[in-house]
Nanobody, 124 residues
């Protein structure tokens, strides 16, 4: 089974940028829908962005639209989340997830494989 490992999290100032990376091993991501979710303490896991292997069509949550961009590099078996104009409310653990199909793409239950997460903290 494919394994996912996130990296790139850390501390950032409000208005700053971070780029998260999700590396896969044990399989290829070329036929998977890939997504980023986040979870803040005491809150439910929240959809952030998703990208399809069919034409690379992507979707982003309204809360991050215009600020975050999801992309994938199938040759390197990686998916990225570029985060710009960060806000304190973006503070959370960010998770990479994969699904062979996702009819309800913003539902975490649709995803079969998850990474361990990487912490993103944004100060005001």
């Amino acid at each position: 089974q494919v394994q996912l490992v996130e990296s790139g999290g850390g501390l950032a100032q409000a208005g700053g940028s971070l780029r998260l990376s999700c590396a896969a091993s044990g399989g290829t991501l070329s036929t998977y829908f890939m997504a980023w979710f986040r979870q803040a303490p005491g809150k439910e896991r929240e959809f952030v962005a998703q990208i399809s292997w069919v034409g690379g069509v992507s979707y982003t949550a309204d809360s991050v639209k215009g600020r975050f961009t999801i992309s994938r590099d199938d040759a390197k078996n990686r998916v990225y989340l570029e985060m710009n104009s960060l806000k304190p409310e973006d503070t959370a653990v960010y998770y990479c997830a994969a699904s062979p199909s996702a009819s309800d793409f913003d539902d975490p239950a649709e995803y079969d494989v998850w990474g361990q997460g990487t912490q993103v903290s944004v100060s005001s």
